[in-house]
């Protein structure tokens, strides 16, 4: 391949450290070792492409948007909402900017596209993607809560008076309904009752 790939090597190594950035805001609720940023952006992806396709989106799109979500905080760091009160996170576009420069053109491009849509919060995919981050916010509130966290209570009403799809809604509900365990008792044959 003609083109140097070291900046994009580069990158993949830092973006390996959302691995180890952990969701601030959780230590607020009493969360002693809270998600990653990683794992919180793997399963909002999966939302997104779901949330998408109950709207009629484009679901992997929706899901691509997801997956770039949350990259700018390798440089950041997790800011929560009581932080950024005092100190405004970087621009999500500005920091991806410097995360791509010396990458191939085409790809550096595509990835500032695709956080650009993001943030601008237009299109149906970045209005799913959204509420993906909220969904996945208010689901990891609820594991919390049933881990004995019942501070997290607070992240689960916020998380769903920001949602904007119907779907999203709908699903919110849903979760909200059960357990964190029925799904193993609906596979496994066992009643829900």
């Known amino acids: 391949m003609a083109d140097d790939l070291s900046a994009v090597a580069r990158f993949l190594y830092e973006a390996g ?12 609720a009493g969360v002693n070792d809270p998600e990653s940023v990683a794992e919180h952006s793997w399963r909002t992806s999966l939302i997104a ?31 929560n909402y009581v932080g950024k009160k005092y100190a405004p996170g970087g621009d999500p576009q500005a920091v991806t900017a410097d ?9 550096a491009a595509a990835i500032r596209d695709v956080v650009a849509e993001y ?31 019942a501070n997290a209570q607070r992240w689960i009403d916020n998380s769903r008076g920001r949602l904007v799809t119907e ?18 008792r609906v596979a496994l044959g066992e009643s829900n009752s």
């Not at 929706?62 to 905080?73: G, R, S, Y």
């Not at 995360?99 to 790809?107: D, H, I, K, S, V």
């Not at 779907?167 to 193993?184: H, I, M, P």
Request: hydrophobic share 40%; charged share 30%.
């Open 17 to 28: 450290t959302l691995k180890h950035t952990r969701r601030t805001g959780w230590w607020m």
């Open 99 to 107: 995360q791509t420069a010396g990458m191939p053109e085409a790809l």
């Open 167 to 184: 779907t999203g809604k709908r699903l919110a509900d849903e979760l909200l309904g059960q357990g964190s365990l029925d799904w193993l």
């Open 49 to 79: 492409s779901l949330i998408a396709k109950l709207e009629g989106a484009d679901p992997a799109k929706a899901a691509f948007l997801a997956v770039w979500h949350d990259t700018q905080e390798t440089r950041t760091g997790d800011v």
């Open 119 to 149: 943030e601008a919060k237009e299109s149906s995919e970045a209005i799913c993607a959204r509420d993906a981050d909220k969904l996945e916010c208010l689901l990891q509130g609820i594991e919390y809560k049933a881990q004995g966290y």
